[in-house]
């Protein structure tokens, strides 16, 4: 008895075993979880203390699947079963990474654009915008800038979901509140409030 549970205690946490494969595997993922937890939980906590939260909503996004994709390397790494895979995998990177470019070439579009949004600022968030949508030509306010998708908050409290890569394309002239003229958001000052117009496409 005592064999077969020092036995079990030796494999439970050994990589070349299934037991511990699966027990690492746990590990791992509660590891990942608590750790994406702890960003999200920063990102609210820090939230209060900024003036301009713009790039907050996308870089509490981006930090959880960071730690996702590192937590996977790491135990793909430690279990040796899965590092033969991994390359055997590489062997056909090429045809993969093509393939794989095609199938998410509109995330991974939404993904830069939404880079491109939080560091040229185009937008902000509570900027008032106006927008073509199925419901019509319609003025809402920017709510958040996720890893896809830019959403906005019209006047009946409906959520509208509009690509990053859509609000890159689309040209966006920002007025002043007070009707003076239109100035760069990269010269105007940032106290100043501003309403910011998207010309439909």
Known sequence: MND???AIQHDFFNPHTSIG??????LFLLAAIALAGFVRRGARRLKPHLSDVT??????????????LVALIFYAHLIPD?????????AGAGVVSVVFGLA???????????????????????DHVQLNT??????ATVEAISLGYTILLDADN?????????????IVIRMKENGGEASSSTTENPSAASTTRIAPS
Not at 109 to 118: I, K, T, Y
């Open 21 to 26: 494969a699966v027990s690492l595997g746990v």
């Open 82 to 90: 899965l590092r033969a895979v991994g390359t055997a995998l590489l």
């Open 134 to 139: 199925p419901k019509g030509l319609v003025t």
């Open 55 to 68: 790039g907050l909503a996308f870089a509490s996004a981006f930090g959880q699947v960071f730690v996702y």
């Open 158 to 170: 409906d959520q509208i979901f509009v690509p990053n890569s859509v609000m890159m394309s689309t």
């Open 104 to 126: 998410a070439q509109s995330t991974l579009s939404n993904v830069v654009a939404g880079f491109s949004l939080v560091l040229y600022r185009p937008i902000r968030v509570g």
């Open 4 to 6: 077969m549970v020092d």
